[in-house]
């Protein structure tokens, strides 16, 4: 399962709606994934420097509709900043990860809101792949599992949406917000030297915080 599927699932509620306390910010952390996922397939790169730009390896198609989908939104977009990427509603993934996850049958299509009116719900129907994730992202954060790259990419993305601590409350061992912040940190730290792939997930992350921190400076600002 891609990283941005596994990050899908954790921002889910049981009623099928996104946790309300990502809602805002559901986009620039799954765009963030899928960009991290097209990298761990080789299909784009992460260029050095301090404003990193997304860079077309191949344009090869995957065989997965998310990833192929999204990197044929990219290849027009080639060259530009990382940062101005995470906010593109247009590299919004959400439609085909939810159906991608409605054909594994991992959720189900619900009805929508009152009167018909809202997005419709999609709540889960196997509870088996979130369990399983959910005990993989408890083992790292316990320090008794060896964590993946797809872990340190949901728990770096998890905590610059500022979510960790609220998804994740039952896997971190009765660790405050401020700890489990600590750790995570900590995780993602020993990650990075000389590694390519984690370079590109610390930047898109980066990225996306940068997105979810400017509209509160600027209001700030204007206020």
């Known amino acids: 399962m891609l990283i941005v599927e596994e990050l899908h699932m954790l921002l889910l509620r049981p009623d099928g709606r996104i946790e309300s306390a990502v809602s805002v910010n559901r986009l620039y ?4 994934a899928v960009i991290v996922d097209l990298v ?5 790169a992460v260029s050095e420097g301090k404003n990193p730009t997304v860079e ?3 344009t090869e198609p995957t065989g997965n509709p998310i990833l192929d ?11 530009k900043r990382l940062q101005s990427l995470v906010t593109r509603p247009k590299l919004d993934p959400l439609e085909v990860v939810v159906e991608s996850l409605v054909v594994q049958g991992v959720l189900i299509r619900g009805e929508r809101g009152f009167f018909g009116w809202g997005s ?11 369990m399983v994730l959910r005990s993989r992202l408890a083992a790292v954060i316990a320090g008794t599992g060896v964590p993946t790259q797809a872990d340190l990419a949901l728990l770096s993305i998890l905590q610059n949406l500022n979510a960790a601590h609220g998804i994740l409350r039952d896997q971190c061992g009765g660790m405050s917000a401020r700890d489990l912040k600590k ?16 370079k590109a997930v610390n930047d898109a ?12 400076i600027v209001a700030a600002t204007i206020t």
């Open 29 to 32: 952390g799954e765009v963030a």
């Open 40 to 44: 761990l397939h080789r299909r784009v």
């Open 56 to 58: 077309i390896v191949s």
């Open 69 to 79: 989908s999204t990197l044929e939104r990219l290849v027009p977009l080639r060259g």
């Open 120 to 130: 419709a719900r999609t709540p889960e129907s196997d509870p088996a792949p979130e």
């Open 183 to 198: 750790r995570i940190e900590e995780l993602t730290a020993g990650s990075a030297a000389g590694d390519a792939v984690a």
């Open 205 to 216: 992350i980066t990225a996306a915080m940068v997105a979810i921190m400017t509209p509160t």
